[in-house]
């Protein structure tokens, strides 16, 4: 199961597992997404290659008109999984 809510704030809300049979639904969000925000990710359990090429691109796309993504409540797994992609250097990780 999925879940991506966006509150007042404009904070992108993640939750369950974001594999390739939900980027479609994460990606109607993203798409949305002008300028930086804050994508919280307690309680996300899981990310695929998929999720974070989605990831990727939004930042990309919103780095290039001067914004970006700041990720926050990364668990110790995903944290990981960021650090061994090098993600770590392309987005801000709080």
Request: hydrophobic share 40%; aromatic share 8%.
């Given at each position: ?16 597992r ?14 949305q ?13 899981y ?30 797994h995903?944290?990981?999984?960021f ?12």
């Amino acid at each position: 199961m999925f879940e991506i809510t966006r509150d007042e704030n404009g904070t992108i809300s993640l939750q369950g597992r974001l594999d390739a049979s939900q980027v479609d639904t994460a990606r109607a969000v993203f798409n949305q997404v002008t300028e930086s925000c804050k994508i919280d990710f307690a309680k996300l359990s899981y990310i695929s290659s998929a999720g974070l090429g989605l990831l990727f691109g939004t930042q990309k796309r919103l780095v290039d008109s001067g914004g970006g993504l700041t990720l926050v409540n990364l668990n110790p797994h995903i944290r990981e999984l960021f650090q061994i992609a090098g993600f770590d250097n392309i987005f801000d990780i709080d």
